[in-house]
């Protein structure tokens, strides 16, 4: 039990550390809001009034001042260093070059493996 606790608080710690929370946050707020304008709208609407900025509910303007607050309290390095992760991520590695084989892969084998001439050892009979 105390081994479960531990790695939830270091989950939550974790998730507090990089933002996640808020985004989660963000996500409950906009399904709490689409299932409200679904019951006065339609589907399509609901989701446009849901996204729309301008009718943003009191959780997404918490969570966005939130965002911005910790936006401005960062260090100037870590925003930095955010930013080169984000050009190593969309960095594209050079394409692999596949050789078909060659045809006489196996009849090379053969010539090159050493073959067997005596018969194959039989284990003694068992009572």
Known sequence: MRKKLSIACLLFAWLCAN???LDAVQVFAWGKMFSDNTRTMDVAAALRATFDPAKACELCVSVATAKDTAARELPATVERASA???LLAL???????FLLPSADWPATLARVAPSRTEAVPVPPPRA
């Open 91 to 97: 960095h594209s590695p050079a394409r692999p070059v």
């Open 84 to 86: 080169e992760k984000l």
């Open 19 to 21: 933002g996640a929370l």
